[in-house]
């Protein structure tokens, strides 16, 4: 028996900006920032001047003026995530992927073989960094919850366990924030009735907490607080949303520019839902304003459906009645999303049969773009208009 728990966070560090700084050594010790008009990633030498992801670029240069500023290459990080699941997988067939840089491994059933968490732990690190040649830090705990959060603490390059009998001497003392769903917002509800840490709100009584926050908030923070987290590592978890955003700075954009934004963010997003073999019934636009705040727009659709056409008119129905709000606010950032999916094999198509046709078009050109690149053939509405990137992930 071992006081270790079995389940691995394992988060790498800074990626996009450890990946620069190993393909460059002269960029190693250095501060730098991945993308110029908003910061994609930062690495720690930025970070402590207070660069942050998503920040603006003229911000970022203004706290970080000697910072090497480089342009994303996302497939030399797609490369570098790839190396790194490898490693993932060799080490557990358990192996539930979060992002590109970060899953969680049940090593539950290796002690025999593989011995104890943290040691497997500790060859898992040793193996990305001769393999990838980066650095990941690794956390280990009973719930994956708490596996999460140690990963965060030990950040950077770093390995912490949490063994089962100091689990909440650990978690307690953290702030709240700590928490998963503790934002800005709920942290400042918490902290006008005096809670400010973990420990203070795990002594608080759930009934309070459902009255501040809501029944299933208050309710899942009060578990989280007592590290009462039941789920597994799960392997072939789908997605349960596909979407895309876009950055656009501080400037006004007038109604045809947002719509051009807006072709280009459903085109992407519809593609990568009918590459999954998927259909939705749920759009969304996300919208984040001059002043920081942010809003969304959502359209349910009778059928399901992975057809571009019928999409992006639901979307542009959504941008058209923001446009008032938009006006008055300012927009910063653009986003679309599709959810409420399925698989696109056992919905029932509806009378008439010819509506379904609608989608051949769209996967011809899928297919074209497969074979010879997806800027062979566009909408007229993109032609001459910069390529957005494409942000790694995981498979749909």
């Known amino acids: ?17 450890s990946v620069e700084q190993r393909d460059d050594p002269a960029l190693k010790g250095r501060p ?7 910061v994609l990633a930062a690495s720690y030498e930025a970070k402590a001047y207070g660069v942050r992801t998503a920040m603006g670029g003229t911000q970022a240069r203004r706290l970080c003026p000697h910072a090497v500023v480089v342009p994303p ?3 030399a990080y797609l490369a570098a995530s790839r190396l790194v699941f490898d490693v993932f997988r060799d080490t557990t067939p358990w192996v539930e992927g979060i992002s590109v840089d970060e899953a969680f491994l049940d090593v539950g059933g290796l002690a025999r073989i593989a011995g104890r968490p943290s040691q497997i732990a500790e060859r898992l690190r040793a193996a990305v960094a001769e393999r990838a040649g980066l650095p990941i ?7 994956k919850f708490l596996a999460k959060v140690a990963s965060r603490v030990a950040k950077p390059d770093g390995l912490l366990v949490v063994p089962h009998d100091a689990e909440l001497e650990f978690l307690h003392p953290l702030p709240v924030t700590a928490l998963w769903g503790v934002g800005k917002i709920t942290a400042e509800k918490l902290r006008v009735r005096g809670i400010t840490t973990v420990g203070q709100l795990a002594a608080s009584e759930q009934v309070d907490l459902v009255g501040l926050l809501g029944r299933v908030a208050g309710a899942h923070l009060h578990d989280l ?8 590592v799960e392997l072939g978890v789908r997605r349960r949303s596909i979407g895309a955003q876009r950055a656009l700075g501080r400037g006004r954009r007038t109604p045809a520019e947002l719509d051009v934004v807006l072709v280009a963010l459903i085109d992407r997003i519809a593609r990568r839902l009918r590459a999954a073999h998927r259909v939705c019934r749920t ?11 942010r809003a969304t727009r959502s359209h349910t659709l009778t059928d399901p459906t992975a057809g571009t056409g019928v ?6 129905e959504l941008l058209v009645a923001a446009l008032p709000l ?3 606010r300012g927009l910063t950032l653009l986003g679309a999303a599709l959810s409420n999916l399925a698989d696109d094999n056992p919905f029932q198509p509806t009378l008439p049969f010819e509506r379904e046709r609608a989608t051949e078009l769209d996967t011809a050109l899928d297919a074209v773009r497969d074979r010879f690149g997806k800027t062979a053939v566009t909408r007229a509405v993109l032609l001459g208009r910069p390529d957005d990137l494409e942000v790694p992930m995981l498979p749909d």
């Open 1 to 17: 028996m071992t006081d270790e728990g079995p389940i691995l966070h394992a988060d790498l560090d800074s990626f996009y900006a």
């Open 32 to 38: 730098v920032i991945v993308g110029g008009g908003v």
């Open 73 to 75: 290459r996302m497939s």
């Open 137 to 143: 830090t690794v956390g280990v705990a009973r719930t």
């Open 225 to 232: 607080a007592h590290n009462e987290d039941p789920r597994r």
């Open 283 to 293: 759009v969304t636009i996300r919208l984040r304003f001059a002043d920081f705040s």
């Open 311 to 316: 999409l992006l008119a639901a979307a542009r």
């Open 326 to 328: 938009i006006a008055d």
